[in-house]
């Protein structure tokens, strides 16, 4: 394989066969400045040569407004072989996200056939999903910030099937604020289950539930962006699990009782989403005289009371749920 100097003028630009979502990653721009382009691009023969490989060092050199690149150039009847062995070196050395991914898929749908489509289907380990039309359709639509959001945080290509779910526009703010916010993937699928859950049991859009919830108020709080998260999650979780939220008060008041005269001494836990009926009480006894103490508080009929009554609330809900 002969390696040219070819001009950047000749190569074809926008990247048809590109799918990688960086184009310009720091390091790279850094090295092709100081030494310039050290492997050599594949480019398949057409109208303007087309970029096989080296999509993102084509991106930095005409950023850098240099002329020309190291590239071998192949003949247009050789496209399928090296677009399965660019991807290939690309699994190898960079892992792709599931945007990029669904993007190389995407690619094979448009300019390849369907055993070429089945064997790059192989290479990304995609075989065991059913990747529907619509499902691409779907991906395609995104704005290019979500598509970026996304990527970002490298949902995997079943979580990313389930946001048909959550169409846009009308989960649109839902979508920006995770964004914004910088949530991760399980905050993001987490919070929109639970908007989705609560916009069937209301009877309303998700777009009613933006403003039901005063969301846009919480986004202007003078408050970190952890503390408005934090916020914007408990006011859902608080909304689509009213019963819980009522009784994790009951039960926390109730604890107070409990720990009345004992601080220091007693801890009081229990698991907030009530999945078991569970109440653990943790005694810190570091000194022999606090065993009275352990032992007076186990004898307290009120004590007993108290337990017996938080017991009931807790396992009267997960029958109840």
């Not at 169409?167 to 993001?188: C, D, I, Q, R, T």
């Not at 009480?281 to 004590?303: I, P």
Request: neutral net charge; aromatic residues 10%; charged residues 25%.
């Amino acid at each position: 394989m002969k390696i040219q100097s070819v001009s950047i003028s000749e190569i074809g630009s926008p990247a048809k066969f590109g799918y990688h979502m960086e184009l310009i990653p720091l390091d790279l721009y850094r090295s092709i400045q100081k030494f310039g382009v050290k492997i050599p691009l594949w480019l398949i023969e057409s109208d303007k040569l087309l970029i096989i490989d080296g999509h993102r060092r084509f991106q930095v050199s005409r950023e850098l407004k240099l002329r020309k690149l190291p590239a071998i150039v192949f003949k247009e009847d050789k496209f399928n072989r090296l677009f399965l062995s660019a991807l290939s070196i690309n699994i190898t050395n960079n892992k792709l996200s599931a945007i990029e991914k669904l993007r190389v898929f995407r690619l094979s749908q448009k300019y390849l056939d369907n055993s070429l489509t089945e064997e790059i289907l192989d290479i990304l380990d995609l075989k065991f999903l059913n990747l529907e039309e619509d499902i691409i359709q779907f991906i395609n639509n995104l704005p290019a910030w979500l598509v970026e959001y996304l990527h970002n945080i490298d949902l995997s290509i079943k979580n990313i099937i389930k946001l048909i779910l959550f169409p846009l526009p009308e989960y649109e703010n839902w979508f920006k604020m995770a964004y914004s916010l910088n949530f991760k993937g399980n905050e993001l699928l987490n919070l929109l289950e639970m908007i989705h859950e609560i916009c069937q049991r209301d009877e309303i859009g998700a777009d009613k539930s933006w403003s039901l919830l005063s969301v846009d108020s919480l986004m202007k709080e003078s408050m970190n962006q952890s503390q408005i998260s934090h916020r914007i999650k408990k006011k859902v979780y608080d909304t689509r699990y009213p019963i819980l939220n009522k009784i994790n008060r009951v039960i926390r008041d109730r604890s107070k009782l409990l720990m009345k005269g004992s601080a220091g001494f007693l801890h009081v836990h229990w698991d907030e989403s009530l999945e078991e009926s569970i109440l653990e009480l943790r005694f810190a006894v570091c000194r022999t005289e606090e065993l009275d103490l352990l032992a007076s508080f186990a004898g307290n009929t009120e004590n007993r009371q108290v337990i017996k009554e938080i017991l009931t609330d807790m396992n009267f809900l997960s029958a109840d749920k």
